[in-house]
């Protein structure tokens, strides 16, 4: 789901929408203004709820994509095997088992940033997060 933003917004996303970062502070993480990271942020949103819409069912009933129905169908037609899923040693099956590992690492990273008495000033977390992204250790949530 992400990947249907352009990076810029998927970190917006994740400081905002994930993460819940203050709009100033999140601005100061990437350097831009905080009218600017607001806009980009209702911009990553709504790209999300187009893109869900559109393609999920479970958002919108009327939309084609179903879990399920997509395997019986692809089953069907002889595209995969359900007994030997092809996809499960992939290359992107990895990426993405990384991504999410990346994502619960910086959630965690965050749970601890924000509960610790010491980062309670907004300039001490804000420091501390751009300091977890510019790490090199989450590309996914890369700010270059």
Known sequence: MLQCLDRAERVTYVLGGI???????????????????????????????????????????????????????????????????????HPTTAAVADGARQLNQLRDADAILRSHPAYAAPRVRSEAVLSLLRSGRFPLASTE
């Open 19 to 89: 993460f819940d970062l203050p709009s100033d502070q999140a601005a100061w993480i990437l350097d831009i203004g905080p009218a600017a990271y607001r806009k980009r942020l209702e911009r990553a949103r709504q790209r999300i709820r187009t893109f869900m819409t559109a393609r999920c069912g479970l958002v919108n009933q009327s939309a084609p994509c179903r879990c399920a129905r997509r395997v019986q169908t692809a089953a069907a037609r002889g595209l995969i095997d359900p007994r030997r899923p092809a996809f499960t040693g």
